[in-house]
């Protein structure tokens, strides 16, 4: 007798679907519920922002306690292959009294490390006293430097920038001078003083427009042992761009120091009338937060001093009306007489430089009773002395409190589909 056939027994679930269903029932987090996109161009942008301020965390370290921040406002621009010098603007340093508590004075460079003095083998950059010394100058010295001048309860920083251009581009370094027709003058060869190693040895070479001077001329006269050129008679054809070389030797090697000189010539009736002649360019860079001293130098020739004004305007507003709290002023008058003629020069004062200051047209006016003359001149953000080591610790925060929010999330949401799971 056959057996009556039975139903199928059903199989009792094996291992691997117990462990497939235990999986689905246990919350785990899954790389699949980021928003990646999103993720990724966040990450991005922080990641561009510490990495910036790590430039910057020397800086800090070296002036994140001064009480004294200035940035120079005139450009240093030196050929590549001469010898160059920059020197720490004395007047920044009003506050430290370094004569009852020494001083100590340091350079960096782009926020990098310090520059040390030379020895005996001396490097190509080195410091001395105030004066960083550069024998020879290259293109890659380019850059912002910093003096940093402190004692045991005051320090103070100044930014100067240098450029350093090809040999070919002469052109961009340009020092102006004038002189009146009908009269005798001299062209000076500018910043030599720290070059001059024996007055009775210099001998400068002269050129004008690039053709070399005729020693046998008698118009021209460049007498050994000065940095002076004689003009006899000077014409309106005079003016041009002249230029003189100096050599210098130093530890056995001789190098060229080239300076160029706008030389511009007036009638004698602008003799007495204000000539502005620095600031001679249309921008001045300036840190933000930090502190500006830009000059007006007005060349006022034989007239006398008292005849003339000098002020500074703010979008055709007088300074002292326009900033009532004196954060931009005008500093105290200086009257001054170089190769036998007269100038006043006025500073503006920023203390600090803000934002605004770099949408504002700010100029400088001199006048008296034969002329008025106004500069216009703007103020350009440069390297900044913001603490962006500081500002850094904000960002990555944040980057980090979304993260841990879009975590939270998706964590949250697979813990949800996990418990429907284990209930059905």
């Excluded at 002469?170 to 030599?192: A, E, M, N, R």
């Excluded at 190098?255 to 620095?278: A, G, H």
């Excluded at 440069?382 to 964590?411: D, E, Q, R, Y």
Aim: aromatic content about 10%.
């Amino acid at each position: 007798m056959k057996a009556l056939p039975t139903a199928p027994q059903e199989k009792p679930p094996g291992k691997r679907m117990q462990n497939q269903r235990i999986q689905n029932a246990v919350p785990h987090f899954s790389l699949s519920c980021f928003p990646w996109k999103k993720m990724a161009g966040l990450l991005f942008i922080c990641t561009y922002i510490v990495d910036a301020s790590a430039f910057r965390i020397q800086r800090m370290e070296s002036t994140e306690n001064c009480q004294d921040h200035t940035t120079y406002f005139k450009e240093f621009v030196a050929l590549k292959g001469e010898p160059v010098i920059l020197k720490c603007p004395s007047f920044t340093f009003k506050h430290l009294d370094c004569s009852n508590h020494p001083c100590n004075l340091t350079w960096s460079k782009n926020d990098s490390k310090t520059i040390t003095p030379g020895g005996d083998e001396e490097p190509r950059i080195w410091a001395q006293g105030d004066a960083l010394w550069f024998l020879p100058a290259s293109l890659e010295d380019s850059g912002q430097y910093i003096c940093i001048l402190r004692n045991s309860s005051y320090c103070a920083d100044v930014s100067i920038h240098l450029r350093v251009t090809e040999k070919t581009d002469v052109t961009v370094i340009v020092y102006k001078q004038i002189l009146f027709t009908f009269t005798s003058g001299k062209l000076v060869c500018p910043d030599l003083e720290d070059f001059i190693q024996k007055e009775t040895d210099l001998e400068l070479k002269w050129y004008k427009d690039f053709v070399p001077l005729d020693e046998d001329n008698a118009k021209f006269k460049s007498l050994k042992g000065t940095h002076f050129l004689y003009i006899s008679s000077v014409s309106s054809k005079d003016s041009g761009n002249y230029i003189c070389e100096m050599s210098f030797t130093h530890g056995g090697t001789q190098y060229n120091i080239t300076r160029m000189i706008q030389l511009q010539t007036f009638d004698q009736e602008k003799r007495v009338s204000p000539l502005i002649v620095f600031p001679d360019q249309k921008t001045t860079l300036a840190a933000l937060d930090s502190k500006l001293i830009l000059p007006c130098k007005v060349f006022i020739g034989s007239s006398k001093h008292l005849d003339t004004d000098v002020g500074w305007l703010a979008n055709d507003t007088y300074v002292d009306i326009i900033y009532k709290h004196g954060r931009v002023t005008k500093g105290e008058r200086l009257e001054i007489v170089e190769n036998d003629e007269n100038y006043i020069e006025v500073p503006l004062i920023f203390d600090p430089v803000r934002v605004i200051d770099f949408y504002t047209d700010f100029k400088c006016e001199a006048l008296n009773s034969y002329g008025r003359q106004v500069l216009p001149t703007r103020v350009k953000q440069g390297a900044s002395s913001f603490p962006w080591k500081i500002a850094a610790i904000p960002v990555a925060l944040t980057c980090l409190i979304l993260g841990g929010l879009c975590m939270h999330k998706c964590w949250k949401r697979r813990a949800g589909n996990g418990y429907a799971i284990a209930k059905l």
